[in-house]
Each structure stands twice: as structure tokens, then as C-alpha cells.
């Protein structure tokens, strides 16, 4: 499980993890991922393209994160999930709360 | 003709890796499609994480049963544990529609297994939960 930092500038936080957001998933990275996303408080990208599988505790540590990054007035968008992960979001509804862009491009569109 | 893995496992977080291998290493045996195996392997973490997280009142250690089935591409999947009993077929639902503001970071577990699974059935024998899960692949 990696959390790794591409982007961290005054106007965007992009990150990419890798690997399986289960539970051993999210006890590893879930700390780091919150402070890394929240803490500069600017539109962030969460690129899901290397996570192979999320459980509801990896939904729920990209809602926490979400709602707070909302409470300061910015947002989150999830960039380039497998198919199977996100079909998994989709069922979990996880679409109506934090968008889904197909690419880095689309999803900074989102954010414009 | 059926083929079957029965496992079982301590009330220790860590053990879900492990399961998971097996569960792989099962599931790979035939060649069932991706969102199937992908299922399989979300029921199990959500039923299972459940259990440990929240079954257990005391710190003791308890043994949890796993049988995981094959049967004509369809999955079947039977856990068994004596915690306290929880039926999550009488959890209520989840409501997705309302805004980010309001979402449960929580309580998207038993959500996604009703989606997931095909059939659930649950039962409270002899002081033990039994729940079961069909996961047939989608037509």
C-alpha cells in the first residue's frame, strides 16, 4: 500500500495510491492520507488508476477526507478507477458525494 | 459437482490477509469473471472485518468459520461466528442521496453487500451467527 505525493503546489494537492484499500489498506495509509489531503486545504486530486480493490473503509476514509476539504470550501475528485473499483464506488453511491473523472484532464475540468 | 475451501480464523484483524490469499488462491481455480471474484472478495472483508470490529464485547479470542463455494460459476459463502448476534438484513438502509455534509463515513459496509450479493441469509442457532451469501455473476 503506497501513498505517493505528485502535486503540491498553491493551487492543487494530486495524489495516486497504489494497492489494496482494505482495511490493512487504510490502517497503513489513512493517516498520512488525511493529513496530505486536508491539511493545505486546496482542491485535491486522488488518483485511484494503481488501487486494485476498496472495501467501505476505504470509501469512508475518501468521505472524511472530502467533507472536510468541503468545510473548507474546496473539493475532491477521484481520478481514473479501475472499472471494478468503480463500479464498487458507484454502488456505495460514494459518485454522489465526490466526483469521478475518467483523467487528470478531466478532472482538473471539474475543478475549474 | 461442487468444489469447496473451509477455513477458519482467530478474531484478529491480521488474519484477513490471509484469508484473502487463501480466497484468491481458491477463486483462481476457475474462471470465473473479475466482478465476481472482486464480490467474493468484498463480502468477505466486510463480513469479516464486522465481526472483529464489532462482535465482541470482551478481549478474548474467539474462532471464526469461513466455507467458500464453487457451484456451477455461482459463489457461496458461509461465515460463522459466535459474537454477539447481528443480522444485517435487519440493518437500515443507507440513504446515498443526501449531500456530502451529511454522509456517514461509516456504515457503507453491509450497503455494499446487499448490492453485491445475490441472496443473503441469515439465522441464530446455538448461540452462533450464520450468515450466507450467494454471489452469482451478473447476467
Redesign the interface.
Known sequence: MQLTVLRADDSITHVAILGRLDIEGVNHIADRFVFTTTTPRKATLVDLSEVTFIASLGMGMLVGAAKSLQRHGTKMVLVAPTDLVQHALVAAGIDHVIPIAASEEDALEMLR | MHQEIRLKLQND??E??RV?QLASDFLARESLP??TV?AT??AL??IL?NVIRHGYTEAGRHEISVRLRLEAGEVDLVVEDDGREFDPLSAPA?D??V???Q?R?????I??LR??ASEIRYRRVDGRNHLRVRIRPAE
Open positions: 484483524l491480521r484477513l490477509a484473502n473479475e466482478e472482486y472478495h468484498l472483508e466486510e472485518s443507507v446515498l442521496d449531500p456530502l455534509e454522509r463515513v461509516g456504515g457503507l459496509g450497503h455494499l448490492k453485491m
